[in-house]
């Protein structure tokens, strides 16, 4: 397994540490708002004075180019964290957060609060600096794929990567979990969503791999190609 893949194992504890499950003795602890679909969590430019974790739906984080382009940089689920650049002094926001689903339960930490429970357990922020090399790792290989490869080594590179991170062996197939559409993977990687479809539907013609609405199933991982 990547050292990438060991640090995602090793931070995934950090949101049931941060945000526990939503009880009524601890609801005077966290505050949790919530979302519908196409629902700005934040904008390009607010002042960046909190930290978000997914305690329910998807999020998208994107930028938008002077032509008005929307480009994905991460499409996250339940669990994950965001808005974490504001630990790194950024002062006002570079992209844009949109809930993807109905019913998306976000749990904010004001950036003050999450600074002072660092300061007291190096044990989390330990957690926090490896979290945050993650991203940092993630979003290179996205830069990668984007100039270096083509398109069916692009999706490819990206199944690979997603059986890496969040992959469940099973026998000796690889079982991915993902609520992600096509068009989610063309816009992490790039492409139109009929290239991915149709590149999707030759490995599944080849036998490489079998997917529907919510998994995707690599038959062999070293062999995808």
């Known amino acids: 397994m990547k050292p990438a893949a060991l640090w995602y194992l090793e931070s995934i504890n950090l949101y049931k540490l941060l ?3 939503k ?3 601890d609801m005077g602890q966290h505050t949790y708002l919530n979302y519908k679909k196409n629902d700005y969590i934040y904008f390009e430019s607010q002042d960046a004075d909190s930290i978000f974790f997914v305690a329910k739906g998807r999020v998208k984080i994107f930028y938008r180019t002077p032509h008005k382009e929307e480009v994905v940089k991460s499409i996250l689920s339940s669990g994950e964290i965001f808005g ?3 630990l790194a002094e950024e002062k006002t926001r570079s992209d844009f957060a ?3 689903d109905n019913d998306t339960l976000i749990c904010v930490w004001k950036l003050a609060d999450l600074k002072n429970l660092l ?3 190096k044990e989390l922020s330990f957690k926090v600096v490896k979290l945050m090399g993650l991203k940092l790792f993630k979003m290179q290989r996205k830069v990668d794929l984007l100039i270096f490869k083509d398109t069916r080594t ?3 590179e990206f199944l690979k990567d997603a059986a890496e991170w969040k992959g469940k062996k099973v026998g000796a197939e690889m079982l991915i979990m993902t609520p992600l559409t096509h068009g989610d993977i063309a816009k992490l990687i790039g492409l139109s969503r009929q290239s991915v479809s149709t590149i999707l539907n030759d490995l599944k013609a080849e036998n490489q791999i079998y997917f529907d ?3 995707i199933l690599i038959r062999n991982l070293p062999t995808l190609a």
């Open 213 to 215: 609405r919510r998994r």
């Open 23 to 25: 009880l009524q003795a």
């Open 119 to 121: 300061l007291e357990d």
């Open 98 to 100: 949109q809930a993807m």
């Open 84 to 86: 974490e650049l504001a």
């Open 19 to 21: 945000c526990p499950v």
């Open 154 to 156: 692009r999706v490819v």
